[in-house]
């Protein structure tokens, strides 16, 4: 029998224990679902007491494959009883399979790795602000430029590129030489690219606040600025790439090429994983020490990402997001709400802007079988395996249709 039928409760009534343990032993930073989510397959997550979920959270844009994928499982088994781990002091195969394999598929000749998205582009702005000083005339080009609703972390750097208040405000002082500009806008970049620029950092398409594609010519203009100062553009793909817009890389539609591209959520499906891509001009700025970690790079996480590397680069499997996304869009214009004030995205990346509080929306899904989230107040951000299929998009539009006429 498939796990997937096996819906019988397995842990009755331990949700409220959990949950009263997590309050009294985690560090409350999240506000969490009030429910205890046990396992899942493909497109479906069941909590402890056995109710179903579709899933259009995906773990934040991770789960590019769903739930327990048997592929993923067995990658994960056949390395794990191999080798899991040896730290960066010596050689392993998995590791230097992965970069070989990423940099066939993309712009870069080389690879760092590293365990997260904000850490990928920690090591992002230390390359740039490397690069600067090899090969800059002046001690002064430090400056990093990033823009309005940008997300590219919590780290401290990468925190210090992500202009909202709630975030920065209990942290400060923050990295300095940080300038925010507008996004989407290409008047006024020449005043804000300038010579003491190292680094230009963007998302070509932005998830977090509130999903928002940049415009090609935007990120045409972002590479001349940059080519005009000698400054790195940096392409943060850590949620729009690997496949969620329907190509394996956001920027290829644009035709801009960047010097670095960071990668994380989807690349080792669930597992903790980052990814900075770069050209061969930026990486031979960088020597032995310059930048290390203990875990980044390991066999298994690895192995498990060439296998999802390998998934999502086929052509069939980008195809399949691309129609996905469409028929997505299709069904949510379809929905009759004055709730909603506009649709957008790329692939099976899209917000729906309401004029009322997202969580109003996101808050009602579990009660109705779905997992939501947002981006930002008023957005609802859809962002679901990249498997998903017409029957469970067709079930999430009659949901979405009912909860917000009741609203
Ligand atoms: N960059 C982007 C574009 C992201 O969406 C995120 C996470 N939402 C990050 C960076 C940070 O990644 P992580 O949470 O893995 O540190």
Redesign the pocket.
């Known amino acids: 029998m498939n796990h997937i039928d096996r819906v019988e409760t397995i842990h009755p009534g331990a949700a409220a224990e959990i949950i009263a343990q997590e309050n009294q032993h985690i560090v409350q930073t999240y506000k969490r679902a009030p429910m205890v989510l046990d396992r899942g397959q493909g497109m479906t997550v069941y909590d402890t007491d056995g109710r179903a979920y579709l899933d259009f959270v995906a773990g ?2 991770v789960l590019a494959l769903g739930h327990s994928d048997p592929g993923v499982v067995a990658a994960i088994a056949e390395q794990a009883g191999k080798l899991i781990h040896t730290s960066n002091l010596f050689y392993t195969e998995p590791g230097v399979r992965l970069a070989a394999r990423l940099c066939e598929l993309s712009f870069a000749d080389r690879v760092f790795f590293s365990n ?6 920690e090591t992002a702005i230390k390359f740039a602000r490397k690069f600067a000083k090899e090969s800059a005339d002046s001690s002064a080009k430090i400056g990093i430029v990033a823009f309005d609703h940008a ?5 401290m750097g ?1 925190l210090a590129l992500t202009p909202k208040e709630a975030y920065q405000a209990p942290f400060r002082p923050l990295m300095s030489g940080v300038t925010i500009a507008p996004f989407n806008q290409i008047a006024g970049l020449d005043s804000v690219i300038t010579a003491e620029t190292c680094a230009v950092f963007v ?1 070509p398409v ?3 606040g509130g999903v928002y594609p940049a415009s090609p010519e935007f990120l045409r203009a972002l590479r001349e600025h940059c080519d005009r100062v000698g400054a790195l553009l940096i392409f ?5 790439g690997l496949g969620r817009t329907g190509d394996l890389w956001a920027h290829t539609a644009s035709g801009v090429t960047p010097d670095i591209m ?1 990668l ?2 989807p690349l080792a499906a669930g597992l ?1 994983i ?1 990814a900075v891509l770069c050209t061969e001009r930026v990486a031979g700025t960088l020597k032995p020490g310059d930048h290390g970690s203990t875990f980044a790079g390991g066999a298994l996480i690895c192995h498990v990402a060439e296998y999802v590397l390998d998934r999502i680069a086929q052509p069939e499997f980008l195809t399949h997001v691309t129609e996905m996304g469409e028929y997505l869009q299709e069904r949510l214009t379809e929905i009759n709400s004055p709730h909603i004030k506009a649709i957008r995205g790329r692939g099976l990346m899209v917000g729906v802007e309401l004029d009322i509080d997202a969580s109003e929306v996101i808050d009602q899904g579990p009660t109705n079988g779905l997992l939501l989230v947002g981006a930002g107040p008023n957005v609802l951000r859809l962002v679901p395996p990249l498997i998903v299929e017409k029957a469970h998009i067709d079930i999430l539009a009659e949901k979405l249709t009912a909860i917000l006429a009741g609203l």
Not at 116 to 121: D, H, L, M, Q, Y
Not at 151 to 155: A, M, S, V
């Open positions: 934040i844009a997260s998205g904000s850490e990928a582009n997300f590219h972390g919590r780290t990468a998302e932005q998830g977090e943060d793909e850590v949620q729009c960071t994380a959520k903790p980052g």
